[in-house]
């Protein structure tokens, strides 16, 4: 009975061993959206996002809203959507939703490298698929997928693994 215990123990402790090591290599640099992994390398989107306040996908139509999305540097259109990284618009322009902040963002990394941001707010959440692309940029937007949960994939060569 003692030998499986300790057999049982050993075990734990290396699958959390493992697992600590695994996350102290991978880290997130907000200021430059930077991830590095240490099993499939880095992804980089910092030469996606612009700079000074006007985001990279400005106004992508989906049924009755515009779509404004601006990885790593944030965005202001009008007073609604202030300091954002993702904004919907109504279609008249009468209605404006802040759909995920970049001081609020998380990466989420799948066992076989597939890599998505989670952007959230104090009412909606919006999940940015990366898919590594080598043509020039682009956002699709998927739509909401239930109440207040958005879902988009950035189409970028800096969305593959050391592809930027």
């Not at 075990?11 to 997130?28: G, P, R, S, V």
């Not at 540097?73 to 202030?82: D, K, W």
């Not at 590594?132 to 109440?147: F, H, K, S, T, V």
Request: proline share 2%; net charge negative.
């Amino acid at each position: 009975m003692k030998i499986i215990i300790i057999l049982l123990f050993l075990c734990l402790h290396n699958h959390f061993t493992e697992h600590a090591l695994i996350d102290n290599k991978n880290n997130l640099t907000k200021f430059d959206c930077t991830y590095k992994d240490a099993r499939f390398g880095r992804i980089d989107l910092s030469k996606v996002g612009l700079k000074h306040g006007i985001p990279a996908f400005r106004h992508v139509l989906k049924d009755d809203y515009f779509y404004s999305y601006n990885p790593c540097y944030p965005f202001s259109e009008e007073s609604s959507c202030t300091n954002v990284a993702i904004c919907q618009i109504s279609k008249t322009g009468s209605a404006y939703y802040v759909l995920g902040l970049n001081s609020m963002v998380s990466w989420s990394i799948t066992a076989d490298g597939k890599a998505t941001l989670v952007y959230s707010t104090d009412e909606r959440q919006t999940i940015v698929n990366l898919a590594c692309w080598n043509e020039i940029d682009q956002l699709d937007i998927n739509g909401e997928y239930e109440a207040r949960h958005y879902n988009l994939t950035l189409f970028s060569k800096c969305a593959c693994w050391n592809g930027c």
